[in-house]
Every structure is written in C-alpha cells, then in structure tokens.
C-alpha cells in the first residue's frame, strides 16, 4: 500500500517561496512509469495540477506555473518537494500530493495514491 504525506509551513508571506514535502512510503518514487504530482485546491474552486515529477526525475509544470514552480526530489529520503515562489493570497489553497500514470490531469479519479492534503494559507 502506498501512501503518501504532505509537509510544510501551513502560513506563508506574500512574496516568499512556498516550500512543501511529499514522503512516500510503501512505494519507490523512482518507479516507472508513474508520476508524482502536486494539486491544488483554492477555497471554492476545482482541483489543479501543478506539475510533476517522473520516475526518471524528469519534471513537467503547469503552464501557467511553470515560471514560478519548480519539483525535486531526494530518492535517498523517498520524497519529492514543490517549490512556489512570489506566492499571493489567490496561492491559498489545500495542495496535495498524488500518484499517477498521465500528466496535466485535476481529476481525482485519475490518480489511484493521493496524500491527505495540506492548507497553506498565504498572508501577511
């Protein structure tokens, strides 16, 4: 059973970087041919995909992030950390960890390991 953990500051200033670790256990996060992604969810909004990193350590963003956003991992540690910076308040959000075989998709059926979710508020 894999299982996934989202860790980090659950409050961040505007204009500082947003910082996030995802520990998975029972499951290699250099495994192809997954991909470990990040979603977020805004207060009264739909899920949405941040980007990804793949087995391989390749990584894939969000267009519309990709020059804010950046993944890494430490495969010593199983984990994979998410990167934001010049974060604002619409950057508040519960951003989640995930598992799955395809990129770019927000739909939670399309990943079959998710994390519980962490509320990273962005404030002054």
């Known amino acids: 059973q894999v299982q996934l953990q989202e860790s980090g500051p659950g409050l961040v200033k505007p204009s500082q970087t947003l910082s996030l670790t995802c520990t998975v256990s029972?499951?290699?996060?250099?495994?192809?041919?997954?991909?470990w992604s990040w979603i977020r969810q805004p207060p009264g909004k739909g899920l949405e995909w941040m980007g990804a990193?793949?087995?391989?350590?390749?990584?894939y963003y969000n267009p519309s992030l990709k020059s804010r956003t950046s993944i890494s991992r430490d495969t010593s540690k199983n984990q994979f950390t998410l990167q934001l910076s010049s974060v604002t308040p619409e950057d508040t959000a519960v951003y989640y960890c995930?598992?799955?075989?395809?990129?770019?998709?927000?739909?939670?059926?399309?990943?079959?390991?998710w994390g519980q979710g962490t509320q990273v508020t962005v404030s002054s």
């Open positions: 995930a598992r799955g075989l395809h990129l770019g998709r927000s739909a939670r059926y399309e990943y079959d390991y």
């Open positions: 029972g499951g290699s996060i250099t495994t192809n041919p997954y991909y």
């Open positions: 990193i793949a087995g391989s350590g390749s990584t």
